[in-house]
Structures are given as C-alpha cells and as structure tokens.
Nanobody, 119 residues
Framework: QVQLVESEGGLVQPGGSLRLSCVVS????????MAWYRQAPGREREMVAT???????NYADFVKGRFTISRDNTKGTVYLQMNSLKPDDTAVYYC?????????????WGQGTQVTVSS
C-alpha cells in the first residue's frame, strides 16, 4: 500500500516562508512525476508545481519566482519551498505522485496540509 505523508503546514505572516515536504512510502518500483496542488475554500484544486524524476520543473504563473519544488529520489520525498507568501496562498496543499508498480502507473495523493497566510 503506497502512502503519501505530508509535513504539517501552519500559520505564516505575509511575506514569510514555509517549507512543505511529502514522503512516499510503501511497496513500489519507482516514482515518476511528483507535484503539489492546492485548494482554497470555494475554489477548485489547482496545480502549483510539478517535477519529473529527472528534475525538470513546471510552475503555475501565480507562484513563479516565489515557490521552488524539489525532490530527493533516494528518500522518495518531494519538497515545496514557499517564499514571499501572500494571503491568496492560503489553501490546503496536497502532494501528488505517479508511482510505478507491477507495470502500472498509479496516481496517489497526500492527505493535505493547511497553509494559512495572515497577519
């Protein structure tokens, strides 16, 4: 059983920083693409950033220059460094991983972690 466990989010002041992490555990062959999504109240879930197994990254326009996604393949972990946080960044953040096992590529989600940006 594959599980994605995210670190705790928290309350951050505008302009502050926070780093999220997500560990993939369980029995599988490899991890392909990993990503972070977020969902604010009353809004649909939206992509924040993605990273391939080779380290190629892609960002939503609203976080470019402020957020950085990275991964440690030896630890099965993906990170999201969030700088210059704004109140509009308040949301539940979810990690996502495409996991390859027994010839199948399956999509897994973390449980979500709340990030609140407020003074």
């Amino acid at each position: 059983q594959v599980q994605l466990v995210e670190s705790e989010g928290g309350l951050v002041q505008p302009g502050g920083s926070l780093r999220l992490s997500c560990v993939v555990s369980g029995d599988f062959f490899s991890i392909n693409d990993m990503a972070w999504y977020r969902q604010a109240p009353g809004r649909e879930r939206e992509m924040v950033a993605t990273i391939t197994s080779g380290g190629a990254t892609n960002y939503a326009d609203f976080v470019k220059g402020r957020f950085t996604i990275s991964r440690d393949n030896t630890k099965g972990t993906v990170y999201l460094q969030m700088n210059s946080l704004k109140p509009d960044d308040t949301a539940v953040y979810y990690c996502n991983a495409d996991v390859l096992d027994s010839g199948l590529e399956l999509d897994y989600w973390g449980q979500g972690t709340q990030v609140t940006v407020s003074s």
